[in-house]
């Protein structure tokens, strides 16, 4: 008969065993089932964070992220507006497919987002900020949890996002969809850590130097940094929690900086994003991909690296061979729309890695930034140049009318887009080719001009930004 320490050392090592086969099945399960979070900033130029080389921003915690993962060259939106360009994200299809078209309206509930598949898979939801685009209640249903950003206290973004870390269910993964609320227009809400100085802003050459400018781009600056501190608020706690390295990491924007010739523009500075995805059991450090990419291919991806179910209709493609290998390629052409936003428009256009091709069926429209913009000194500075004739040909974009029905830029030589080659000819070629491609992906998509007359008309006045009454109808564009 074995004494009783021995029967004591043996069940001490079974459980033993049995506690190290648990953790390690926990292991697999958490690398097979990473946790996923998405920083989206709203409004943000791909090209201001230090990862891109911006010389003045400061972005510590995306740089960091960046130098522990991959940077995504080009990666290109489906819209160049908030709740269009979001819609695509969470569904995997074109804003003229999920009911979310023009700004301020929401997803139908008949569109599969990839939170359906993802909460089937065993993944806890969480959407914490910003919601353009998922408002409908039957949407809102389709998240665990759903907190939304108090718009007049930006500041207090990081805190909520990580109110909402903690408080998850332990154990499970989880989606954490972190929506920014910056830098949005209004600016100069809050305080800021290291206020920019105007006269040390970098000016797209799209701009004149002006003061008004400089101190819009300042301000705007500041805000970009809030959203980095954020970010590093979020990173601290899944580093306490010791999740971070099984946490898949993605930061992206919606659309392009709120300033003329960015945002609701299907041009670079508008459909253009950064991307910086971190997961050490997958991505290596420091890696950086040239290959094309598109908004529609996020819940592809998210949904692979998750083991969860494929969505039953989707646009994209999952860049997962990417993540694993930099130089693969997924996608020859992306595309994008542009529909109302303030204002009546309808532009499409198609994009490669060398060429984005752009096609306007209104170009007797000027190119008016959105409604926000609209009033800002800065823009008003502007219109009063172009006004008295002292404006110069290339920052005059937004008021000159009638515009280019078709336009095509070589965008690694001109990344701004300020020359158009459509009728270039060392570029017809070019040009035809990607026509076809864009009437093809409106053929197979079910994206048709419906007619002037049956878009959405101007909500304010182009030349002021003040919003119409309802009772009186826009004018009719000269």
Request: neutral net charge; proline residues 10%; charged residues 25%.
């Amino acid at each position: 008969m074995k004494r009783p320490s021995q029967n004591f050392a043996g069940a001490w090592l079974v459980g033993c065993s049995v506690l190290l086969l648990l953790a390690s099945a926990s292991a697999v399960e958490r690398a097979d089932q990473p946790n996923i979070v998405v920083f989206i900033a709203d409004d943000l130029g791909w090209e201001e964070t230090s990862p891109y080389g911006h010389p003045t921003i400061r972005t510590p915690n995306l740089q960091r992220l960046a130098d522990e993962g991959m940077r995504f060259d080009r990666f290109f939106l489906t819209a160049s507006s908030c709740s269009p360009s979001r819609s695509s994200m969470f569904s995997g299809r074109y804003p003229h497919n999920t009911g979310a078209m023009n700004l301020h309206v929401d997803m139908k509930p008949d569109v599969e987002l990839f939170i359906e598949p993802l909460r089937a898979a065993g993944y806890y939801s969480m959407l914490i900020g910003k919601s353009h685009g998922t408002n409908h209640p039957q949407v809102k249903a389709k998240f665990d949890r759903m907190v939304l950003a108090d718009w007049s206290r930006p500041w207090t973004m990081g805190d909520m996002w990580e109110q909402a870390l903690r408080a998850r269910p332990p154990g499970q993964p989880f989606l954490l969809w972190a929506a920014a609320i910056d830098p949005h227009r209004p600016y100069k809400q809050g305080e800021y850590a290291q206020p920019h100085d105007p006269a040390k802003v970098v000016v797209p050459p799209y701009y004149p130097d002006l003061p008004e400018i400089r101190e819009d781009l300042a301000d705007y600056y500041n805000e970009i940094e809030r959203f980095d501190a954020h970010v590093g608020q979020a990173l601290r706690v899944l580093e306490e929690q010791k999740i971070l390295d099984d946490t898949v990491i993605l930061v992206l924007t919606d659309n392009g900086r709120a300033f003329p010739k960015a945002k609701t523009r299907v041009n670079v500075p508008g459909v253009k994003s950064p991307l910086i995805v971190r997961y050490p059991r997958l991505v290596a450090r420091r890696s950086v991909t040239p290959a094309l990419v598109s908004a529609v291919d996020l819940a592809p991806t998210l949904l692979e690296l998750a083991g969860a179910p494929a969505l039953r209709q989707t646009d994209g493609v999952s860049f997962l061979p990417i993540l694993r290998e930099p130089t693969r390629r997924i996608r020859p052409f992306a595309f994008a729309e542009h529909n109302w936003h303030t204002y009546q428009a309808y532009e499409r256009a198609a994009i490669t890695e060398d060429f984005i091709y752009i096609r306007n069926w209104l170009p007797e429209l000027p190119g008016t930034p959105p409604g926000e913009v609209v009033p800002v000194p800065s823009y008003q500075a502007m219109t009063r140049l172009f006004e008295a004739g002292h404006l110069a040909p290339e920052f005059s974009d937004t008021f000159i009318s009638p515009r280019p029905a078709e336009e095509l830029y070589a965008i690694g030589a001109d990344p701004s887009c300020m020359r158009n080659l459509s009728a270039d000819p060392a570029n017809q070629a070019n040009r035809a080719g990607l026509r076809r491609e864009l009437d093809a992906w409106q053929e197979r998509t079910g994206d048709r001009f419906p007619g002037k007359d049956k878009l959405k008309p101007d909500e304010a006045d182009r030349r002021t930004g003040q919003v119409f009454k309802k009772t009186n109808p826009p004018p009719v564009p000269k």
